[in-house]
DNA sequence: CGCCTTCACGTCAGCCGCTGTCATCACTAG
DNA sequence: CTAGTGATGACAGCGGCTGACGTGAAGGCG
């Protein structure tokens, strides 16, 4: 006879996600969570730093996928060409299958303020571990983060046009579009400041 | 007899900015704070809305200024250009003798997770409330969303580098140094796009 | 002058997020 | 068989935050 069953985070995660969905996050305690799939809230918050983070344990693949890419670059690759490296590498992670749920997911953290905020944390959090790993590879401080930041900006974008409706193309094709569309408008700007 | 005194608010945040900085930020409680200006923590939290907005109240001007900046552009500016208007605008405001301010604010947000949050929270907001109005003037979506997200950023980088010490130059100048660094950075990628 | 409304605040009760502490008990190494 | 080990339960407690209600000074108005 076991005495729990295996797999909490996981089964604490699908419940949060589900009451979330139907309740609310305010409207949820963690208690619940806990109680719907048989633990107590002392263990959701041994799983969970806070009740939020039942919604963004996960995140760290996705660091580690734009940091492969990072790592993949060419090593004479400029500092935005090594950050579309990284993109390239982490849009691939999300692949058609995982887009029901990640909307699922997103619709909860749109509706909630709290969540937002978290999701930039996460999304900040990134950003400043490609640009250690920019800086890693030589490249100077101000570059590092410009770069990373864009990089993780050009994700963000991207990812919420992934979710939209009707949207079918692939997470990395839109991503491509994006980062083309920034290189762009940069460029408009830099030949005007060029000749003022 | 006055039943109270004015300025409730500004009284709140001064202390607890104080407050802040010597016993750290979880370490306060509301009803210190209010204690401290002879308030209850019913008031405190009648003018913030949670503990961390007592340090975040006042951004408003800051979205004021970037917003009149990118009124002020010219019609046929380019999105970058708008927005290096509306940052022009923005970091006007932070003259010298904010500096020291600035450096104990920060201080204390960047020692606390919860409070760095809040204030990607305030960037997020920031760059929406950007990519509004250059949509208003009638830039596309993705380039009004892209062009306001990288304004906001190069803030964020030059705001950093401002409060560093022994820095002396101004925010705007650190700023326009920044922008041009992103252009140029683009325009590095951009060129090995067209020759692959 | 008296009355009445407004408005900023106080008081109180209470929920919930989150934490420290200690006990429990299947499982495992020896 | 015994001594851990590790995930969980039970419980007490603090602090963030809210709703409801009361209170008194300031100001408008007849």
Do not use: C, Y
Not at 69 to 75: I, K, T, Y
Not at 171 to 179: D, E, R, S, Y
Request: glycine share 8%; charged share 25%.
């Amino acid at each position: 006879m076991v005495r729990w069953q295996p797999g909490a985070p996981e089964r604490l995660q699908k419940a949060a996600l589900e009451l979330f969905a139907t309740r609310g996050f305010e409207q949820t305690t963690a208690a619940e969570i806990a109680e719907a799939v048989g633990l107590t809230e002392r263990t959701f918050f041994r799983h969970f730093s806070d009740k939020r983070e039942v919604l963004f344990q996960g995140q760290q693949v996705l660091v580690q996928a734009f940091l492969d890419g990072v790592a993949a670059a060419p090593p004479e690759s400029s500092p935005l060409e090594v950050v579309a490296s990284g993109l390239r590498s982490a849009t691939s992670l999300f692949v058609d299958e995982r887009r029901a749920h990640s909307r699922a997911r997103q619709s909860v953290i749109d509706r909630n303020p709290g969540l937002q905020e978290r999701e930039r944390h996460k999304m900040t959090t990134l950003a400043t571990t490609v640009a250690d790993a920019l800086r890693a590879r030589g490249v100077d401080e101000l570059a590092a983060t410009l770069a990373a930041e864009s990089g993780v900006t050009v994700f963000g974008i991207a990812f919420t046009q992934w979710l939209r409706d009707g949207e079918e193309r692939s997470l990395t094709a839109i991503a491509n579009g994006v980062f083309g569309e920034l290189l762009d408008l940069a460029g408009k700007a830099g030949v005007s400041r060029e000749n003022p």
